[in-house]
């Protein structure tokens, strides 16, 4: 069952292209810096925001190699990035990635606080935790933090930066000129929070915006993953390959925020998806097929690594048994990488068949004609598989595919909004207004 | 001598009123929010552009108390908002304040390479270090750094920022389409950098913008302060009561970079002014008798507290003589501190004549109709006062006297510009794109 009567729609922009859309900064539609043009962005986010979208949401890392995907390269911070799109938008929600790794959250509280104030209430924090282990070396770390460690400061972390965020009660500033009265510092609260990995004194010099703080995102698979989100998100950004196995996360997250005391319904769950549309199911297909084809499978290969901390695949052998690696990976993005050998153990496979199946994991379920992909959307929908969908968009046409072709159909059923609820992200998504824990 | 035909002109921005403009949030002209609304600060980098300024300059702080003066208490993160600035300017130069004591270098460099690129090369960085004690508390310290380490940190954090933005030669992106060619590998570089303060592997994963590197600012009168922007800063906001101070401060600044092998004429001298212009200089004097008057008096006995680490004056008797207050600022602004120690004892002060002094050392030297400021500043600059000045802004009109009655008789002197020469701020200060130390 659906918890929402609407769908909430999200634009994820990766610039030259993300996951399973590497080479897509051939395309003539996409300048060769779109990575670093900030008018790409904000012409994006307007493209967007006429399609009354819910958000846009802007990815981030800040390790690289020499063999990091094209859109690792070279990209601009993502709030620096999203302040400059606030003030060519009115409606749409920004939210950005911040690691908790490695930024003080008094930083993170000020920034995001500040991000919030100038898009008048459309900010949105994907709290995350680093998964590339290398990142360690650009801040001064000999090491990464191990597992527990990152979901300490994350956990922490967001509960220090929502404390920040309270430090003035709503009517702290009268701005009385006549009497004079420009603060009143009653109203002025320090936190003095002492924690495991914070101490932080406060209070934050910065008032709350009109959706009171911004919407927290979280993404994570692992069971530490699931309870930080349980624990803090309301929304998360997720990735789903078919319909059973995204009803049984929804459910679990649920669950596991029902069992925290928080109402469900203020847990959004938002799978990332890449929908391929063509005029009809059999062109969509083709389209597909040809994206999955070989030129990918070098760039899969190199990709795979990352779980393992950029480890270096194509030294082996692709078609002798997947190779033993010890605890590769367990200062990286660990789930990820024991879910990689355990299938591999389990099933016996090669290397390149485990590459191959890390191609097919990226297969959209929402591929066909426009009919088609807004009759599955409905029905992962209704069968609460989701709350809405982060489209990853990196060519403009295909996402004018899904805005002026699905998204109508959708619309006349009734799942998708012909208009802006609210100024504010909250207000869109229909979450409440934060009660200031300061308020008398 | 001046170094160069024409004037730098910066406009400094406070929101709500600055340092001796603590009542200007009473104007009319001035909305009470003004420092938490983007659309104020737009506007206000709108006119500053309008009338061709070189740049627009945001100071900083991160701690405060129910006490902090009106602009420190609600103020948005400088980088937030220059980037939001940056999409409504075309040529204008971005300034921001940022700390080294309490911000990682990666960020640091990451952040306003994102605002260089943002703002097509107009990005300038006015490297600070934290002199308020109690911002330690906010960033998990029981004490603040010590003099040494503050000035450690930012020489070397100044020294690895630089070394980050070089992370890429100007031609490591080709961007073929037609070839398929996106990165060339060989001209991505690592820093590996390690030093007392601060240990980065790097690299940076953004590219270098049209003026290679965002500009140099810094301020501070201390002897390591000034040893400190005559290593590293391409242009000084410092302060100056008279003419004489001025040139000293000037030839010794320029003595110093030629020292450390730099080219004097690289190294802006630009100090901050609050110009009192009206009709006719009795009318603008009385303005000035009017603003230094009684009113003022509490808040400055209570900004007397800050370089003592926010100590409290208001516990003494002003008619008895300067408090013995032992090390009180030795962790806070100490040069500023000291000076106040010094001068107190030297003149047997009380501290109402300390206060007194305090408020008269804001006076502005430039108090006058149009014509009478105008040759002011042109006898200081062709002294070799400055390179140009830092225009303190609060009430719009007040500005508007400067840009539409004082720089007009500048232009027509010539020692103002009547058009920008570039759209780069390095550009507009005819400082030199530095060269890339990767660079082959």
Redesign the interface.
């Known amino acids: 069952m659906a918890a929402r009567k609407q769908l909430v729609l999200g634009a994820v922009f990766y610039g030259?292209g993300g996951p399973g859309q590497h080479h897509t900064?051939?395309s003539?539609e996409i300048p060769?810096?779109a990575s670093?043009d900030?008018r790409w962005y904000?012409a994006r986010a307007q493209q967007a925001e006429a399609a009354k979208f819910d958000h846009i949401f802007i990815v981030d890392?800040?390790?690289?190699t020499?063999?990091?995907p094209?859109h690792?390269?070279?990209?601009?911070?993502p709030?620096?990035?999203l302040?400059?799109v606030?003030?060519?938008t009115t409606n749409i929600g920004l939210v950005g990635t911040l690691t908790t790794s490695?930024?003080?959250p008094?930083?993170l509280a000020?920034?995001l606080a500040?991000?919030d104030?100038?898009s008048g209430g459309r900010a949105g924090w994907n709290v995350v935790a680093t998964g590339d282990g290398?990142t360690a070396?650009?801040?001064?770390r000999k090491e990464h933090y191990d597992y527990a460690a990152r979901y300490g400061r994350a956990l922490e972390s967001v509960k220090v930066v929502q404390g920040l965020w309270d430090s003035?009660e709503d009517d702290a500033?009268p701005?009385d000129?006549e009497r004079?009265v420009?603060?009143d510092?009653s109203k002025?609260h320090p936190l003095h929070h002492v924690g495991e990995h914070?101490?932080?004194?406060?209070?934050l010099?910065?008032?709350r915006s009109p959706q009171g703080q911004p919407v927290i995102f979280q993404a994570g698979d692992s069971d530490e993953g699931r309870d930080l989100g349980a624990s803090i998100a309301e929304a998360i950004f997720t990735h789903a390959a078919t319909v059973e196995q995204a009803v049984a996360f929804r459910t679990d997250l649920r669950a596991r925020a029902a069992a925290k005391g928080r109402d469900p319904d203020h847990v959004l769950i938002v799978p990332g998806f890449n929908p391929i549309i063509a005029d009809t199911d059999e062109e969509a297909r083709a389209i597909e097929a040809e994206r999955v084809g070989g030129k990918d499978f070098d760039r899969a290969l190199k990709e795979l690594g990352r779980p393992f901390g950029w480890h270096d695949f194509t030294q082996y052998d692709l078609d002798a048994p997947f190779p033993e690696l010890g605890d590769a990976g367990a200062r990286s993005f660990k789930t990820q990488a024991e879910g990689i050998k355990k299938l591999a153990r389990e099933h016996n496979l090669t290397l390149r068949q485990v590459v191959q199946r890390s191609i097919d994991s990226q297969r959209s379920p929402f591929v066909g004609s426009p009919l088609t992909v807004a009759n599955e959307i409905q029905r992962w929908f209704e069968a609460g598989a989701f709350d809405g969908l982060n489209i990853g968009v990196a060519v403009p046409s295909e996402f004018a595919r899904f805005t002026d072709q699905v998204l109508p159909i959708l619309r006349e059923r009734g799942i998708a909004r012909t208009e802006y609820a609210s100024t504010t992200l909250r207000g869109n998504y229909g979450l409440p207004v934060p009660a200031n824990v300061n308020a008398r």
């Open positions: 030259v900064w051939l003539p060769g810096d670093v900030i904000i890392s800040q390790f690289i020499p063999d990091s094209n690792y390269l070279n990209r601009l911070e709030l620096t990035l302040s400059a606030a003030v060519h490695y930024n003080d008094f930083n000020r920034r500040s991000l104030l100038i290398g070396g650009n801040y001064g003035y500033f701005r000129k004079g420009f603060f510092k002025q914070f101490q932080v004194v406060g209070p010099n910065i008032e």
